[in-house]
């Protein structure tokens, strides 16, 4: 893992290469830090598509198990009434907004991604 190259450690290496930038940097701070963040920015490689599909997995696998636990436990709610108000203990509009929420973030994952284009 010491081999791969860290953002901060770039920026740190890059702010201290040369007399020049650290005299840009007492003297505009913002603006060198904008002119190295930007090329250290493009120094950086990309990440692994194999960390990324496990992150997405991750993410997947963590709503839809949102989705079920909710449906689980609104459900329960929604059919068992109470005994002493007569109500039901969950309204069937709680049940709706927290499914339909979950649905549509797993829905939008299946949209197509703008980094394509």
Known sequence: MADQLRSA???VNQLLSSEETI???????EETLRKVEAQVT?????????VINFIWLIIVIAFALAL???VWILGTG???ELKMGGAY?????????VVTT???????????????K
């Open 9 to 11: 450690t770039a920026l």
């Open 23 to 29: 005299q840009n940097l007492k003297a505009n701070p």
């Open 42 to 50: 493009q120094q950086l490689p990309p990440p692994d598509p194999k």
């Open 68 to 70: 079920v636990y909710s």
């Open 78 to 80: 929604v059919t068992t």
């Open 89 to 97: 203990a969950t309204k069937s509009d709680t049940m709706l907004t």
């Open 102 to 116: 979950i649905v549509g973030f797993l829905a939008g994952l299946l949209a197509p991604s703008p980094v394509g």
